[in-house]
């Protein structure tokens, strides 16, 4: 079993009907909260008024699963629950679009060829995540449907693999090599499992984790996408799972910190830069301290700007709803609405 500091994130759901404000003392986010909540409640109007009947966000990548679960996961985060309340109705058709969307074999994904499990794991997350905030004949699909999907990523990752790829996972459910990208997402929606009560071997978590730190940089301190050499829209993803799973307090978490503050600029230039920015935020707040400030002292000043006047962040490959619910993932992390999220409250202290 992987050596690992004992876990102190709690668990620790907020219900409500409308958004909720910060609930901790953060002076960075504090000077930027007004704008923030503004931009925020911008961008979820544009959301609700693009989403089609049946749940999803238009052609091409609008209409997986993965992007349609982001979308959900973004209401979530400011607050909004599932059939109630202003965009009860539109967190439904999200959860309703996904559980359409589930083949025999339990893949929560159709027509989006090698980037299955991509969207798989991102969707399963998203049902873990909602699970117990849906009405009870919802609960119900929820339940099965999630069910199936973590069967699916425990036998994918079952699959005979090299040592580099061993406990991995990549685009299809039948992969014998793995990246961390997709990797990370398959971690979540396990530890988010786990945290509603599904019965996740702890093998599968350590395996997981073996192959993250296969793929650490010592050097640097980032992390690669199927080698070590670290990536700059990849060190958020490598720490925030070592976060999740234990390792808070580690030093390799504080030299992927110092990593990712030395990669801004970078960053900013990355086609990839809205994805790094997700997990980097979500990273550096667990982290906290001067890491999340920092961060977060770059992050709402480059991105708030970017916003178009209907409300989203232009996306190009992967469509406007992608980047919009990637950017509002990335700006309301401090209200701490997503059970995955949650951060013990004493790392500010250390």
Same mark, same amino acid.
């Given at each position: 079993?992987?050596?690992?500091?004992? =876990?102190?994130?709690?668990?620790?759901?907020?219900?409500? %009907?409308?958004?909720?404000?910060?609930?901790?003392?953060?002076?960075?986010?504090?000077?930027?909260?007004?704008?923030?909540?503004?931009?925020?409640?911008?961008?979820?109007?544009?959301?609700? =008024?693009?989403?089609?009947?049946?749940?999803?966000?238009?052609?091409?990548?609008?209409?997986?699963?993965?992007?349609?679960?982001?979308?959900?996961?973004?209401?979530?985060?400011?607050?909004?629950?599932?059939?109630?309340?202003?965009?009860?109705?539109?967190?439904?058709?999200?959860?309703?679009?996904?559980?359409?969307?589930?083949?025999?074999?339990?893949?929560?994904?159709?027509?989006?060829?090698?980037?299955?499990?991509?969207?798989?794991?991102?969707?399963?997350?998203?049902?873990?995540?909602?699970?117990?905030?849906?009405?009870?004949?919802?609960?119900?699909?929820?339940?099965?449907?999630?069910?199936?999907?973590?069967?699916?990523?425990?036998?994918?990752?079952?699959?005979?693999?090299?040592?580099?790829?061993?406990?991995?996972?990549?685009?299809?459910?039948?992969?014998?090599? =793995?990246?961390?990208?997709?990797?990370?997402?398959?971690?979540?929606?396990?530890?988010?499992?786990?945290?509603?009560?599904?019965?996740?071997?702890?093998?599968?978590?350590?395996?997981?984790?073996?192959?993250?730190?296969?793929?650490?940089?010592?050097?640097?301190?980032?992390?690669?996408?199927?080698?070590?050499?670290?990536?700059?829209?990849?060190?958020?993803?490598?720490?925030?799972?070592?976060?999740?799973?234990?390792?808070?307090?580690?030093?390799?978490?504080?030299?992927?910190?110092?990593?990712?503050?030395?990669?801004?600029?970078?960053?900013?230039?990355?086609?990839?830069?809205?994805?790094?920015?997700?997990?980097?935020?979500?990273?550096?707040?667990?982290?906290?301290?001067?890491?999340?400030?920092?961060?977060?002292?770059?992050?709402?000043?480059?991105?708030?700007?970017?916003?178009?006047?209907?409300?989203?962040?232009?996306?190009?490959?992967?469509?406007?709803?992608?980047?919009?619910?990637?950017?509002?993932?990335?700006?309301?992390?401090?209200?701490?609405?997503?059970?995955?999220?949650?951060?013990?409250? %004493?790392?500010?202290?250390?």
């Amino acid at each position: 079993m992987i050596k690992r500091l004992a =876990s102190t994130t709690a668990l620790c759901i907020t219900f409500s %009907t409308g958004p909720l404000h910060a609930q901790l003392v953060d002076t960075v986010f504090a000077k930027y909260q007004a704008e923030v909540e503004k931009s925020a409640e911008k961008a979820l109007a544009y959301l609700a =008024s693009v989403q089609t009947e049946d749940g999803g966000f238009g052609r091409g990548y609008g209409s997986s699963t993965g992007v349609v679960s982001l979308v959900g996961m973004a209401f979530l985060s400011k607050g909004y629950l599932p059939g109630i309340g202003r965009y009860g109705g539109t967190i439904n058709r999200c959860v309703d679009f996904v559980l359409s969307q589930q083949q025999p074999n339990g893949v929560l994904n159709r027509g989006r060829g090698n980037e299955t499990m991509y969207a798989h794991n991102i969707s399963t997350l998203f049902l873990t995540e909602v699970s117990g905030m849906v009405d009870p004949a919802r609960q119900r699909l929820v339940a099965e449907a999630s069910g199936r999907a973590l069967r699916l990523i425990l036998d994918a990752q079952a699959i005979p693999k090299s040592e580099r790829n061993r406990g991995g996972w990549r685009y299809k459910p039948e992969s014998t090599d =793995s990246d961390l990208s997709c990797s990370g997402w398959a971690l979540m929606a396990l530890k988010s499992a786990r945290l509603n009560g599904a019965r996740v071997p702890d093998e599968a978590i350590d395996a997981a984790v073996a192959y993250l730190l296969r793929h650490y940089d010592e050097k640097k301190g980032g992390f690669g996408y199927t080698s070590p050499q670290a990536k700059d829209t990849l060190a958020g993803c490598g720490l925030l799972c070592l976060e999740l799973t234990g390792f808070h307090g580690d030093p390799r978490t504080f030299k992927t910190g110092d990593y990712i503050l030395s990669t801004l600029e970078t960053l900013a230039a990355s086609s990839h830069q809205y994805y790094g920015n997700y997990y980097n935020a979500q990273a550096t707040f667990q982290l906290g301290g001067k890491y999340w400030e920092t961060y977060a002292g770059w992050m709402y000043p480059h991105y708030l700007p970017l916003q178009r006047a209907d409300g989203a962040w232009p996306g190009r490959k992967y469509g406007d709803a992608y980047t919009t619910s990637m950017v509002l993932l990335s700006m309301t992390v401090p209200y701490r609405q997503l059970p995955i999220y949650q951060r013990d409250e %004493t790392v500010d202290e250390e």
